[in-house]
């Protein structure tokens, strides 16, 4: 059995005072972040959690409201010392952006000789899998200079499939297939904006799809504003539940 913690569940822009996507997963194998936004460390403390909790990083996409805060979490985890291995899994190149991001941020600081990461980048359907998970990337609708991808995590005998943030794609057929959690983003109830999903169109798609158990996310103001409206179950931070 895994735990969940939604640590953040809006958009790129905080609306309605939302911390930015990241979901925290207590797993018996280890534990792991889906994805870590630039709000992830006051988010993860806020809920009791400490970076030496954490034993993987799994990125969906390069947007700073999906990888934002691991700068700020490799800073921290080498100033305090921390000893214990760490886990990066994402598209190609994290580890570059990450180099150069620090250099921006935090010049002259130095992180790299103090931890012990291994980066492992993921290939499109086909499967990775590292001592405490298996992930499979799935191509996604988004801005192509990201790299977006959807995943689908095995884990403790459980499917957890996230669909990162994408427009409609078929993809997220065998995406979400038989998970026993499908975390997809749906960023708006009606409006079409390009590369994100809205409730309508969701709602429409959902007969093609066979998860077991649905959790929205990624919210912007107008989705917010028609939650009453809204049939399937939305995440909020801070939310906690077992798969």
Partial sequence: MAEITIIGSGDAFGSGGRMSTCFYVKADAGNFLIDCGASAIPGIKKHGIA???IDAVLI??????????LPFLLLEMAVYGRLKPLVVISPPGCRERLEKLLELLYPGTEVWGKLNISFHEYEVHKPLDISLLKVT???????????PHGLRIQVDGKVIAYSGDTSWTDELVP???DADLFICECNFFGLEVKNHLNYQTLKEKLALLSYKKILLTHFDNEMMRNFDAVELPCASDGMRFAV
Avoid at 137 to 147: G, K, Q, R, S, Y
């Fill in 51 to 53: 970076p030496d909790d």
């Fill in 175 to 177: 995406l979400s297939a």
């Fill in 137 to 147: 990337a799935f191509p996604v609708i988004h801005t192509p200079e990201a790299l």
């Fill in 60 to 69: 969906t996409h390069f947007h700073g409201d999906h990888y934002g805060g």
